[in-house]
């Protein structure tokens, strides 16, 4: 789309309007945004066609001594963000000094625990046994697994393997190592 023949002319008088503060379309900011709805055209027009009118005006706002709207703006969130962030980090601290209580509250209430039931099971709590036996809770696994009488089951470690390359029962061994043993 090509441009409209009085469209730098519009620009120029524009921002004669805003930076005199009566603006008659937008709101009198001083952006490039409100810049092009007040000269009715469109704001690529400034950016990438009319780059000379664009760096004219941003140098008559410093001129006058006014810093942009959009500058203001992001100075104040620049300044929320950071007290937002020190609220944070005091925050953080502080969660990092409850933990540290709690796990010694934790630790402390474990060994009271420990203590009590010591107690209650009567046996003398500076007494610690160094093996357990096959009634205590630390009995390995392997007492508690049923085993199967039958050899068909499919994990029974007796049950003849067939291998994929054979088809016979074995560990897939040639013919000249399992020879004798058939």
Not at 2 to 28: C, F, Y
Request: proline residues 7%; hydrophobic residues 30%.
């Amino acid at each position: 789309m090509s441009p409209a023949p009085d469209e730098r002319d519009r620009i120029r008088v524009s921002m004669d309007r805003i930076l005199d503060g009566t603006p008659e379309r937008s709101n009198g900011a001083l952006t490039i945004v409100a810049l092009a709805i007040e000269a009715d055209v469109p704001r690529n027009a400034l950016t990438q066609r009319h780059t000379d009118l664009k760096n004219k005006f941003y140098d008559r706002v410093r001129a006058r001594g006014g810093i942009p709207d959009v500058e203001i703006r992001l100075r104040r969130k620049i300044s929320d963000l950071k007290t937002t962030i020190a609220n944070k980090i005091k925050e953080i601290v502080r969660l990092r000094d409850d933990v540290q209580g709690f796990l010694a509250e934790n630790t402390r209430l474990t060994l009271e625990n420990e203590e009590l039931r010591d107690v209650l099971s009567g046996r003398p709590s500076n007494v610690t046994p160094l093996r357990a036996g096959p009634g205590s809770r630390w009995a390995v696994a392997r007492y508690t697994i049923p085993r199967c009488e039958s050899t068909t089951a499919w994990w029974s470690p007796t049950r003849p393997r067939r291998t994929p390359r054979t088809g016979r029962a074995g560990r897939g061994l040639r013919r000249s190592q399992s020879a004798g043993t058939r």
